[in-house]
């Protein structure tokens, strides 16, 4: 069974079909939110994005969640532990719609996420690979009490954008 999280304004549970008609494949043809992470996609790679994150469940037994605003019951992104193959390290995300920017909603979502890597995973480290040029995400990730570590080279399909940075933090 996966878990579901619960913040003051945010649940996040496992991506369903649903979730994909309702912002999520919005959020991967949309420039500005696809700008740091690779570019835009068409909805058939998109769908196929959320079937790798939905399929790391069952095989890793963690997966990114979809982000669900309480009071509106609105997909608004994703956020979770990732690490699919060839990934520097176990990750901690965050990708959130557009709309969903400048409300403190990443840093809410990531901090129930690193709470369930460290208490129920028993994970002893995290990391977050943000793009150079995205200051919103590091902040967000200073903010979680992590710091840079290295740059990193992702793998493909993910290295076209070139070195990475690697932050991360230690369990607390």
Do not use: N
């Not at 095989?59 to 193959?85: D, H, N």
């Not at 369930?116 to 995205?134: C, K, Q």
């Not at 840079?148 to 230690?170: E, F, K, N, S």
């Amino acid at each position: 069974m996966s878990p579901t999280l619960e913040t003051e304004r945010l649940i996040l549970r496992v991506p369903v079909q649903d979730d994909f008609d309702a912002g999520w494949a919005e959020f991967h043809g949309d420039p500005e939110c696809m700008r740091y992470l690779g570019g835009t996609v068409p909805r058939s790679i998109a769908w196929r994005a959320m079937a790798q994150v939905v399929g790391m469940w069952p095989l890793r037994g963690f997966g990114t969640f979809s982000v669900i605003e309480k009071a509106t019951g609105r997909w608004v992104g994703r956020s979770g532990p990732w690490q699919p193959e060839g990934w520097p390290a176990r990750e901690v995300g965050w990708m959130l719609h557009r709309s969903a920017w400048g409300r403190g909603y990443a840093t809410e979502a990531a901090g129930a996420c690193l709470k369930f890597v460290f208490e129920d995973l028993g994970w002893t480290s995290v990391a977050h690979m943000i793009h150079p040029d995205d200051l919103g995400s590091q902040a967000v990730a200073a903010r979680l009490g992590s710091r840079l570590i290295r740059m990193v080279d992702l793998p493909p399909p993910m290295d076209v954008a070139g070195p990475t940075q690697m932050w991360g933090q230690d369990a607390p």
